[in-house]
Every structure is written in structure tokens, then in C-alpha cells.
């Protein structure tokens, strides 16, 4: 056999088997794509329904006397409620999906640092705005609190 026909017939095998990469990646888009399709009215529905709870549990809290004072108890239980919600979510699928798919584009788990790194920039961000933004009077607040908690302070 002459070397180029050996070339030949190897280029051909190579190329057979990027066809049948390409025909399979095909296959695979095209079941997602048919997946994804059969859940549209699903999804549709779901929009909706989440619109109609938000508008049905959202109003009371504008239109009732005791959640217009945000100290009162219920909008504090509330308020505590939404932001465990928000945190269960965040821990439970959020954040596991994204650090996996992270680490497995390199070897440094940057997944894990990049959440935490978000955190504290997070809590950076808040106290600076707390800090920058707050009323006087909360300011004043937290002066006083610090005061009677620590006597030996002075200013």
C-alpha cells in the first residue's frame, strides 16, 4: 500500500468519526430542544401563577394597618420567612450547580473562593451603604447602643 492511500484512508476515518460526532451532537440538541418544547405551556402557566400569588399576597401588606409599621411582628416574621426562602434556594441549587460547573474548567476549586469572595463583597458593600446612607437617627441608635454595652468606650 502506497503511502498516500494510507493518508488517504486515515483522513477518511478521521472525517467519519467527526460525522458521526456532529450527528450525535444533532441528535443530542435536538432532543433538548424537544424537551424543553414539551414544557412551554408549563412554563407559560408558571409565570402567571407565580404573578397572581405576588399579586395576592403582596397587597395585603400594602393595604393592612399592622404591616405599614416595620417593626411591628408580622411583616419582621415575614420579611424573616422571604429571607430564609431566598437563602434555602441559593444553598440548595444555586450554589451547588455553580461550583461544579466551575470546577470543572480548572483544577483550583474556584467555585468555592468565588462564592466567597462574593460574600464578603457582599457584606462590604452593605455596610458601606448602611454606613453612608442610613438616617441620622439610626446612627445616633447604634452610637447609644455601643455606648451603654461597652462603658469604658468614650469618644
Known amino acids: ?13 478521521q472525517m467519519d468519526g467527526l460525522q458521526i460526532e456532529a450527528t450525535m451532537h444533532q441528535d443530542q440538541l435536538a432532543a433538548e430542544v424537544a424537551q424543553h418544547g414539551s414544557t412551554l405551556d408549563l412554563r407559560i402557566a408558571s409565570i402567571f401563577v ?57 483544577e483550583f476549586p474556584a467555585g468555592g473562593c468565588t462564592i466567597l469572595f462574593g460574600i464578603i463583597l457582599l457584606v462590604i458593600i452593605d455596610s458601606s451603604l448602611a454606613a453612608f446612607l442610613a438616617p441620622k437617627t439610626y446612627k445616633d441608635a447604634i452610637n447609644e447602643d455601643a455606648q451603654t454595652s461597652n462603658p469604658n468606650h468614650s469618644q
Not at 409599621?69 to 419582621?76: E, L, T
Not at 420579611?79 to 461544579?100: K, N, S, T, Y
Open 50 to 106: 407565580i404573578l397572581v400569588g405576588a399579586i395576592l399576597f403582596g397587597l395585603p401588606t400594602l393595604l393592612l394597618k399592622q404591616f405599614q409599621s416595620a417593626d411591628s411582628a408580622v411583616p419582621r416574621l415575614l420579611r424573616a420567612f422571604a429571607g430564609g426562602v431566598i437563602l434555602a434556594l441559593a444553598l440548595v441549587h444555586i450554589i451547588p450547580e455553580a461550583v461544579e460547573d466551575l470546577n470543572s474548567l480548572i
Open 1 to 13: 500500500m502506497s503511502l498516500r492511500a494510507l493518508l488517504h484512508s486515515h483522513e477518511g476515518s
